[in-house]
């Protein structure tokens, strides 16, 4: 399962941006998918999750202002993050849960990171 990422970069704070990471691969179904986070000199934390069923969760720190979308069809998952503040800065990951035909269950796979400074 290969999963990329894209549209981070540079926003100014109270900014806006939209990442979107598809999954492609021999996937049988995806449960979860979503993206963490990861700043530098911190562990990585979780932003936000989507369930096949449209089920969200959100980091605290986040919510309010992000939102998590899912096409299902085409594998692919949307952040979408406003009012963006310099602590949002960070290298964000997305990730999936996936079934796959070759192993028993889902195991999690992760894209590449894309980075979002949120500077003036």
């Known amino acids: 399962v290969q999963l990329q990422a894209s549209g981070g970069g540079l926003v100014q704070p109270g900014g806006s941006l939209r990442l979107s990471c598809a999954a492609s691969g021999n996937i049988v179904s995806i449960n979860f998918m979503g993206w963490y986070r990861q700043a530098p000199g911190k562990q990585r934390e979780l932003v936000a999750t989507?369930?096949?069923?449209?089920?969200?969760n959100y980091a605290d720190s986040v919510k309010g202002r992000a939102t998590i979308s899912r096409d299902g069809a085409k594998n692919t998952v949307v952040l979408q993050m406003n009012s963006l503040k310099p602590e949002d800065t960070a290298v964000y990951y997305c990730?999936?849960?996936?079934?796959?035909?070759?192993?028993?269950?889902?195991?999690?796979?992760w894209g590449q990171g894309t980075l979002v400074t949120v500077s003036s």
């Open positions: 989507i369930t096949s069923g449209g089920i969200t």
């Open positions: 990730y999936c849960n996936a079934v796959v035909p070759t192993l028993i269950g889902g195991r999690v796979y």
